[in-house]
């Protein structure tokens, strides 16, 4: 089995030395593993810790077309854009979202709240949950209710590590996520569904997408634990939307 894009990498550009390398050294290993397609994707501006700053988006996008020239590979810039709030706002006007070729959301404890009430009531009640594994029914139904709404409200290509450190009814977010031509990632660093939740997505044949998550160049289209999901839970390849083929993204008209 081989992936033919990896569509969710760091670089440099994501703060304090989060990713490690620059985007040409992921564009470098990207095609010396047959890659055909790589995506850069730094994480989101409300990102307290490492969120890429807007004034770079244009340097990045400048540096991708020079590699362009160079590089036999499709080189995307994306961004992994924030959850903030239970209302499904995430960190990106929609002017900013025709910025990048796509749109990968999830959610990271460190993406800043849109406001107070939702730091208290949304972030905070969700590191409390996962601190102590204790996750109520209300604190689900909101958590997938952010989702939904994020779907509706965005376009939103790719969720990345859907159920990390923030725990939803994963068939619901996957019924949403089918309405609008969404992928959900298997992140080869945080992927958290139970084979009983493999099972449901199957059967609604949800578009999966397969991902390294990479901050350092050598891990770029490392996919080896969303693969061996794959073949565990006997999802059908034509559910796994970069294997053996490429992608095709759905852009939304906002
Ligand atoms: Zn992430
Ligand atoms: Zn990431």
Not at 99 to 126: A, R, S
Request: proline share 2%; charged share 25%.
């Amino acid at each position: 089995m081989l992936i033919f894009g990896d569509y969710h990498t760091h670089t440099i550009y994501s703060r304090n030395h989060h990713g490690k390398s620059t985007i040409e050294q992921n564009v470098q290993i990207a095609v010396q593993k047959g890659l055909k397609d790589i995506g850069i994707t730094e994480h989101g501006f409300n990102h307290v810790f490492f969120g890429v700053r807007r004034k770079n988006i244009k340097k990045m996008r400048a540096e991708i077309e020079r590699l362009q020239n160079i590089y036999p590979i499709k080189i995307y810039l994306g961004i992994e854009a924030n959850l903030i709030s239970s209302d499904g706002d995430i960190d990106l006007t929609p002017e900013e979202q025709t910025w990048f070729d796509y749109v990968i959301m999830g959610y990271h404890t460190f993406g800043k709240p849109k406001n107070l009430k939702e730091y208290f009531n949304f972030f905070k009640k969700n590191s409390r949950a996962y601190k102590h594994n204790k996750y109520t029914q209300d604190i689900i139904d909101a958590n997938t209710n952010a989702y939904i709404k994020a779907l509706q409200k965005n376009r939103i290509n790719i969720i990345s590590h859907l159920g990390s450190k923030m725990k939803v009814d994963v068939l619901k977010v996957a019924k949403e996520c089918k309405k609008h031509g969404t992928f959900i990632e298997l992140n080869a660093r945080r992927l958290c569904f139970t084979q009983q939740e493999a099972k449901q997505m199957i059967e609604i044949e949800t578009q999966f997408i397969l991902d390294s998550d990479a901050h350092i160049c050598t891990n770029v289209g490392e996919c080896n634990k969303g693969i061996n999901f794959v073949v565990k839970n006997e999802i059908p390849q034509k559910l796994v939307a970069n294997l053996n083929k490429l992608p095709k993204f759905v852009y939304k008209q906002n």
